[in-house]
């Protein structure tokens, strides 16, 4: 997905500075450090009930949901508000769009309203881009568009609180290795993970699944494949966990889902592959006993439920780079 503008980079503003968030592909390396160093102290204000930081507000924030999601959607309005933004659910399902009006109809009646931020997850891949696109097309480039998943494509608020966790448990990326496990295929979150590990200079990262279930050419992203997880998982610092996206397979990918997790659940007996110290991470929602084992979900060296509370503090922080603090 292309959507360069004279050879610059759509996000970023003529000063280098973020201006839109639609995907971790071609950000500088110093743009996602200062995404990570800027969540730091909002980390507090998430952890806690600290009272709200007003860098947000006066300023409003659309939450354009064509997808279901209740994880992403609740972590980007507690941000928001945390910032002492005006957040506004939008439920497109019985919205204007369910009546015919199209992508760009809504987003120009939105801008109507005064709006100062879009957050979009749309089932179509490129349906944030397209926005942004029309917003610089129509002059109004200073509504700042939030990519919170789009199709296959990508999710890079994910992508940059799992770079936030791996940061907190591990500190220095660049000696780590990392295996992402399971239906890379259909992921837009396996996609920005593997973005931004590169980027920010992660040595060895594995992807570890059966062939069904990872894309043609995976290798030209820099990563190396692994189709036996016990093979993959030995020796790793981070163990990524995919949910399978039954909602996106088109035809028989996988015999059985009890096969699949003989093969590619992680169980306590896999992750003692991985180094003693390894931190078990999934964007959630879990698959228990597919995917991930509950021994695992609950251990010691799982920090799925930290992820969470980590996504509202690196949402916190886009928002607010968006908005110029």
Known sequence: MSFMNGGGNPQLNRHGELNHLLTIEGLPREVLERILDTAAPFTEVAEREVKKVPLLRGKSVFNLFFENSTRT?????????????????????????????????????????????FVVRHASSGAPYLIAQHLRATGRDHIHVVNAGDGRHAHPTQGLLDMYTVRHYKKDLTQLTVAIVGDVLHSRVARSQIHALTTLGVPEVRVIGPKTLLPTGVERLGVRVFNDMREGLRGVDVVMMLRL????????????????????????????????????????PMNRGVEIDSAVADGGQAVILPQVTFGIAVRMAVMAMLAGN
């Open 73 to 117: 959607r609740t972590t980007f309005e507690i941000a928001a508000k945390r910032l002492s933004a005006d957040v506004i659910n939008l439920n497109i399902n019985t919205s204007s769009a369910s009546k015919g009006e199209t992508l760009l109809d809504t987003a120009d009646n939105l801008a109507a309203m005064q709006a100062d931020m």
């Open 245 to 284: 996206q039954n909602e996106r397979m088109q035809g028989a990918l996988l015999p059985s889902t009890q096969e699949y997790f003989k093969s590619y659940g992680l169980t306590p007996e896999k992750l003692a592959l991985a180094k003693p110290d390894a931190i078990v991470m999934h964007p959630g």
